[in-house]
């Protein structure tokens, strides 16, 4: 779900091997299917109680830290023609690559799934003929995640009402967000306001419905979109607020044990990451707000590769991990806000809190968050190179600090006309 970039590489359509990825069958009959996600999708304890419920199954979980990281060993897998996962996680910025290479995935289409996501959310992982590549998991509603005894510390409201007012309410605009970091940084404290250009960035192209292809012929118009310029240089003239970092580096993931930013643009995913990296600090918390509207940041989808050994088998533990019932758990272990109709409605998900976020009502929050929604981004099959130019962009302005704005701009230029 990072946009922060490694090198893109790119998807080839080669011949599935016959050997898949499992380790096929043993001797007394039983299997073993292995899972590939990334950053925290909540399915360590999930995929044990499958296996308490299959004795016949062991699952293997291979868990990439990044989403670019897991994009990188997909691709070679895809172009070697083995080594995917027999459930293998792709996140919806590289999901249009994939449905390039429908041959090369399961059909997942089945009656037990029927009605199961919202029609978007189906359409993001079906072919023009109609095969389904992928089960949704998650979605990314977005609130604001800060620490309540820095924002004391700067003489601020903390508490998650007065925030949600202090950004703006319903009303929150972009620049309420940028005026609140001001009043913040002129407190003297010494910490910076949020933790990486990038993702404010991510926040507002999120909120672009059409940003960088067009979705009628695929034809890449961020270059021309006004839209994405002014969203870059508005980023860029309020740099003096991040803390300079590049989201999931190293010094990223140590600034939050030293007090390094003091507020987060956070998808309802991104709650276990924060948790898993700021173990033992205390202080965090939710506010029910969004600037400039709601907005949705990730989200992903469980396919099947050609290459799987027990395809059958594989499509009903991406079905079981699917279901609502079991994607209410893993909302409740890390955030990952459901995909599924049943599971939105549902009052476990709604009453759902964080301890480690104050008691944060985090199934309330987020569920209205995700009402707030209003855009769905089209994503075509350069979406996902498009955006890692940028974030590089934006990263050797305020990270490397080796650009101005328009230098780094015609790099990124330079970096979208070479896609064709």
Known sequence: MAIAGATSVALLATACSSGGSGDGESSDGKITLTVSTFNEWGYDDLLDEYMELNPDITVVHDKAATSDEAREKFNTGMASGSGLADVAGVEVDWMPEIMQYADQFTDLTSDSVEGRWQDWKVAQATTQDGKL???GTDIGPEAIAYRADLFEAAGLPSD???????????????????????QFTAAGTGVPFYDASSTIYQGQINQVEESY????????????N???????EGVLAHSDL???????SEDWVAAFQNDGFAVMLAP???????????????????????????GNWG????????????????????????????QIKAFQTTGNYPSQVEA???????????????????????????DRISVNPYKGPNYFAINSAMADAINRVTVDKTDDAASSWKQFEDAVNALG
């Open 160 to 182: 998650p009402e007065s925030v949600a007012e202090l950004f703006g309410g319903e009303d929150s605009s972009w620049d309420d967000f940028y005026s609140v970091g001001e």
């Open 344 to 370: 939105q409605n549902s009052d476990e998900l709604k009453n759902t809190t964080n301890e480690f976020f104050n008691d944060a009502p985090i199934g309330e929050i987020f569920a209205e968050q995700a």
């Open 133 to 135: 590549l992928g089960y």
């Open 242 to 248: 991040s803390a300079g970092l590049s989201q999931w």
């Open 226 to 232: 006004p839209e994405v310029k002014d969203i870059y």
């Open 268 to 294: 309802s995913w991104m709650l276990g990451v924060i948790e898993g990296n700021a173990a033992g600090v205390e202080g965090w918390d939710i506010a029910n707000v969004f600037p400039g509207g709601g």
């Open 299 to 326: 989200g992903s989808f469980l396919t099947v590769p050609a290459q799987s050994e027990h395809p059958e088998e594989a499509k009903a533990l991406a079905d079981w991990l699917t279901a609502p019932e079991q």
């Open 213 to 224: 292809e067009d979705p009628e012929t695929n034809d890449i118009i961020a270059l021309d």
